[in-house]
T-cell receptor, first 116, second 115 residues
Framework: DAKTTQPTSMDCAEGRAANLPCNHS???????VYWYRQIHSQGPQYIIH???NNETNEMASLIITEDRKSSTLILPHATLRDTAVYYC?????????????????FGQGTILTVHP | GAVVSQHPSWVICKSGTSVKIECRSL??????MFWYRQFPKQSLMLMAT?????????EQGVEKDKFLINHASLTLSTLTVTSAHPEDSSFYIC???????????FGDGTRLSIL
């Protein structure tokens, strides 16, 4: 699976948009971009995923560049409860075949701190 | 929707005992479940992938005889840490997904402390 690169940490003011970047320059055509977050001492929470189109749900928006080499997760109005470690993960799709599809490989993620 | 429940939340036991952790998908059927381990200040590491009705697939370096996984139904997988020792103390997290290209949804983890 393609490796991702994320900043170690970021700060954001409460109420402002948090834009978390992720670089995945070696992504291949059969790989999705997934975002999860982990609040301290809890299991990861699924946020959003996409293949090549931008996606939006009730939690966030995912912007994927046209060449798919990078993406940005946007939390439109950050709150204190959004303070967490955010993981950007590239995952092979089912049609890619092989035994590794579906697996998530977690890197170190970005520690997002939302402050008042 | 897509709720995964893990039990117990935490457990403390003596060295040499075996500990069983349950992972349940509450509102969906999970064809595949995954088990992860997370040490303090580190990221999650995949231990094994479990498909209902078949043997689990373990990641390299994970002892299958020590970490027994059973996925007997579409809503339940169990991880048994056999003859646990202090170095097995960790945060164990399961996840489940409904279909091939569906997201994994995670439980809240089990904090295991071996004395």
């Amino acid at each position: 699976d393609a490796k991702t690169t994320q900043p170690t940490s970021m700060d954001c003011a409460e109420g402002r948009a948090a834009n978390l970047p992720c670089n995945h320059s070696t992504i291949s055509g059969n790989e999705y971009v997934y975002w999860y977050r982990q609040i301290h001492s809890q299991g990861p929470q699924y946020i959003i995923h996409g293949l090549k189109n931008n996606e939006t749900n009730e939690m966030a928006s995912l912007i994927i560049t046209e060449d798919r080499k990078s993406s940005t997760l946007i939390l439109p109005h950050a709150t204190l409860r959004d303070t967490a470690v955010y993981y950007c993960i590239v995952r092979r799709g089912r049609w890619a075949g092989g035994t590794s599809y579906g697996k998530l490989t977690f890197g170190q993620g970005t520690i997002l701190t939302v402050h008042p | 929707g897509a709720v995964v429940s893990q039990h117990p939340s935490w457990v403390i036991c003596k060295s040499g005992t075996s500990v069983k952790i349950e992972c349940r998908s509450l509102d969906f059927q999970a064809t595949t479940m995954f088990w992860y381990r997370q040490f303090p200040k580190q990221s999650l590491m995949l231990m094994a992938t479990s498909n209902e009705g078949s043997k689990a697939t373990y990641e390299q370096g994970v002892e299958k005889d020590k970490f027994l996984i059973n996925h007997a139904s579409l809503t339940l997988s169990t991880l048994t840490v056999t003859s646990a020792h202090p170095e097995d103390s960790s945060f164990y997290i399961c996840s489940a997904k409904q279909g091939a290209d569906q997201p994994q949804h995670f439980g809240d983890g089990t904090r295991l402390s071996i004395l």
